[in-house]
């Protein structure tokens, strides 16, 4: 198992039309790219609240959880809308190998930060209702990483510079 909670794919850059259901179009790869992230952290997050040895990350990890569930069902709902095919989440992801409380804080602040990638991609779409929702989210997801330990980045979601 890796302890990297990324999406069954590595995001490539708008212009090569990457994604599940991408296609040429780089507002749906970038939908579809954020969606599928989504998929991730509700997965993850869920085994993080079931997996965790103490009721503080528990919690955390079940309002995560919900955030994620939330906004899954958004974009679920944005995709559908605009004629783009929904990717379904998979039947399962990787899992953190460890299950110490700093195991779990490490994979929780990976979570967030593929989720903070995929919105720094979907924040370039020319649909403004896109662009507002993934700043707001790409804030909320990079404040939910630093609860978990992660550092901040000046550039959250562009990775490690």
């Known amino acids: 198992m890796s302890d990297s909670p990324a999406p069954a794919e590595s995001p490539q850059s708008p212009e090569e039309g990457a994604g599940p259901t991408g296609g040429g179009d780089p507002t749906a790869a970038a939908l579809a790219e954020a969606l599928s992230a989504e998929h991730a952290a509700v997965y993850g997050f869920e085994f993080v609240g079931g997996a965790a040895g103490d009721e503080t ?52 602040a990976g979570l967030e930060e593929t989720t903070m990638s995929a919105y720094l991609w979907l924040s370039s779409s020319p649909d403004t209702d896109l662009r507002i929702t993934a700043a707001r989210v790409l804030q909320e997801a990079t404040v939910r990483s630093l609860v978990w330990g992660a550092g901040l980045d000046p550039l959250p979601g562009f990775g490690e510079s």
């Open 57 to 108: 990350r528990r919690e955390r990890a079940s309002a995560a959880a919900y955030e994620h569930k939330a906004m899954r069902d958004t974009l679920h709902a944005a995709a559908v809308e605009r004629d783009i095919d929904p990717p379904p989440a998979l039947a399962s992801y990787s899992l953190p190998e460890g299950r110490s409380g700093t195991d779990m804080d490490e994979f929780a």
